[in-house]
């Protein structure tokens, strides 16, 4: 085999870890020279910094995978720095490069397999397409059964059987067959994902069981290689006595080291710490259900442990800092989960993206997370900046694409550029196969708000017939209000003022600069339908309340409160406004009201 150059495989890996193995390689190697095939679309996919050094170190690697033999590992890198340099490398947009990679040696151990299982369920889920999807499912079942085998059983028997056992051998398989374990929990947990997006309830079923199977193995690994930490610690403070390693001989730390039992609490940190994450924003009425199910909700242990995964030197590291960036940025404001405070998290976010800059410089999912960042931060010129590089460097990545056309949509509504975000909706009702009912909507309210009232009906009449989830309450929103438009002819202050009303909703008038807010009271102010009454004073209450004028947003949330003749069209309308006023009179018990709430059910 004609190996690659080790200090050009040292490039590929994170900046953290370059130091560290260059002092076990020595000296570096000449660079290869200069190759111009390794690039795509005229762009460079690389991992450094300095663009200038991406071609050389990609041609090393597309030189070593034509010239290597299959199954054969690059030397000296193991399986895990491989596989790491794999991640980087699809994170940094080499989607191609890194599908190469994986297949390339995904024989060679169960740790490559899952690589090329993962690239392949991620290609699945970018695209929906149902013949990927049923690859994604082969190759993780693949992966599955190839861990499954009965090779590291077989060895623990004979280890316990012979007296004279190779400590270092005995070792190497307990670090295996915990690899082997965690690694079946994450098919499983891919494996359930696939199954819930065939959105049928005997998929519910199955997936759910696969997700209570993997959790079971995650939490298994968990607390053995936890089990296994502590006792290498007493090994090395020499605080065991010769009886509690008595006690300690089901499990024995000979021959681990340090670095293998840190990565292993990387790889299984990842799904543990997801599952405690993802089940603990779970409604309460429907947690302890779960929990009697057998499922944790620990929000703080699951985010340290994504913490852990992602400053280890596990594959999956990458992918648990970019679970950290998605609650920081969009889970974390989205649910409200610190009240009305939309710049929590954003200290942590930025943390995490100023310290992995340098080694993902050209990921379209950082530069998406970096303009999430930005829109919460107001800075609403910028993060379109960040949405659109993001975009460009997303070329073959559809989903990536479709996540930043709809933040440029959303940037662009908040900017009052009706017209960009027509376009952006548009071209999400035409592309993307997820809820295309609520995308026909907000691109026939764009539409009617830059005075194509005409286009903007034709659009309405979609909304209908896209209408597919019926349980789902976002479209069931959109085929109501599409209904009123198409029965109605839709004028030009209705759309704005409907857009108006999806940034409320969705909590976005807060992002609103104070002069694009003054420009939406003005907008208010100009419907006179009377049908629409109580909602443009909702809208106003929440505009002025935004502007800081408290005692005009309490005025007008009261006259919402007090509206009767639009409660047909909009049921939420009284409801919300008394919310509104509520909380608006906690928050400044300094302004004089009269009037006492009413509490009443609206059906």
Not at 506 to 511: F, M
Request: aromatic residues 8%; charged residues 20%; hydrophobic residues 40%.
């Amino acid at each position: 085999m004609r190996a690659a150059s080790p200090s050009s495989l040292l490039l590929l890996l994170p900046s953290s870890q370059r130091q560290q193995r260059a002092a076990q390689l020595g000296p570096p190697l000449p660079a290869p020279p200069p190759c111009t095939s390794y690039t795509l679309a005229g762009r460079n996919t690389g991992v450094l910094p300095d663009s200038s050094r991406h071609r050389p170190v990609l041609c090393t690697m597309a030189e070593q995978l034509h010239t290597s033999g299959p199954g054969e590992l690059p030397d000296p890198m193991d399986d895990a720095e491989l596989a790491l340099v794999g991640i980087n490398m699809l994170l940094n947009n080499g989607f191609r490069e890194s599908d190469q990679l994986f297949r390339k040696y995904r024989n060679h151990s169960p740790l490559m397999s899952f690589g090329a299982s993962f690239v392949s369920f991620l290609n699945a889920m970018m695209t929906f397409e149902e013949e990927k999807m049923q690859i994604a499912c082969d190759d993780l079942k693949m992966t599955e059964k190839l861990c499954e085998s009965d090779e590291g059983v077989i060895e623990t028997i004979k280890n316990k059987i012979k007296k004279n056992v190779d400590v270092r051998k005995s070792a190497q398989s307990m670090v295996d067959r915990l690899q082997r374990q965690i690694i079946i929990a994450d098919c499983q947990v891919y494996l359930a994902v696939l199954s819930f997006v065939k959105q049928e309830l005997s998929a519910y079923i199955k997936g759910g069981w696969i997700l209570r199977k993997a959790w079971k193995i995650y939490n298994k690994c968990y607390v053995d290689i936890n089990s296994l930490q502590e006792m290498y610690q007493k090994k090395l403070s020499q605080e065991s006595s010769p009886s509690d390693a008595a006690n300690d001989n089901h499990i024995s730390v000979e021959g681990v080291t340090d670095e293998a039992l840190n990565r292993l609490k990387g790889a299984v940190s990842f799904g543990y710490g997801l599952f405690h994450l993802c089940i603990s924003m779970v409604p309460p009425n429907l947690l302890k259900i779960i929990n009697l199910l057998g499922f944790p909700g620990d929000r703080l242990q699951g985010l340290s442990s994504l913490m852990y995964a992602s400053e280890s030197k596990d594959m999956k590291a990458p992918l648990a800092t970019l679970a950290l960036l998605w609650y920081h940025t969009v889970v974390r404001p989205f649910f409200a989960l610190d009240g009305s405070d939309n710049q929590a998290g954003l200290k942590e976010a930025k943390e995490i993206l100023l310290k992995k800059e340098s080694a993902y410089p050209n990921s379209s999912l950082f530069m998406f997370f970096k303009g999430r960042v930005q829109r919460l931060e107001c800075q609403i010129n910028s993060a379109l900046t960040s949405f659109h590089t993001a975009l460009e460097l997303a070329t073959e990545q559809r989903e990536i694409q479709h996540v930043c056309l709809y933040e440029i949509g959303w940037c662009s509504m908040i900017e009052l550029n009706f017209k960009d975000a027509f376009r952006s909706f548009e071209r999400l009702k035409n592309e993307s196969r997820w809820s295309q009912c609520y995308y026909a909507y907000l691109t026939a309210v764009c539409q009617g708000a830059t005075g194509d009232v005409e286009g903007a009906q034709e659009v309405f009449r979609d909304v209908q017939k896209l209408f597919k989830r019926k349980n789902n309450q976002i479209e069931q929103f959109s085929v109501k209000k599409g209904e009123r438009f198409r029965k109605q002819n839709p004028t030009k202050h209705l759309c704005v003022l409907a857009a108006i009303e999806v940034l409320y909703l969705w909590k976005a008038l807060p992002n609103c600069s104070f002069t694009n807010l003054q420009h939406m009271s003005q907008a208010c102010h100009e419907v006179v339908d009377p049908s629409v009454v109580g909602l443009r004073n909702l809208l106003l209450g929440a505009i002025h309340k935004c502007l800081g004028n408290v005692e005009d947003a309490v005025q007008f949330f009261q006259r919402a409160v007090k509206d009767e003749q639009g409660r047909q069209q909009n049921l939420y309308i009284q409801p919300y406004a008394c919310y509104e006023l509520g909380c608006l009179l906690l928050d400044n018990p300094e302004v004089q009201y009269s009037h006492p709430l009413h509490m009443a059910t609206y059906k």
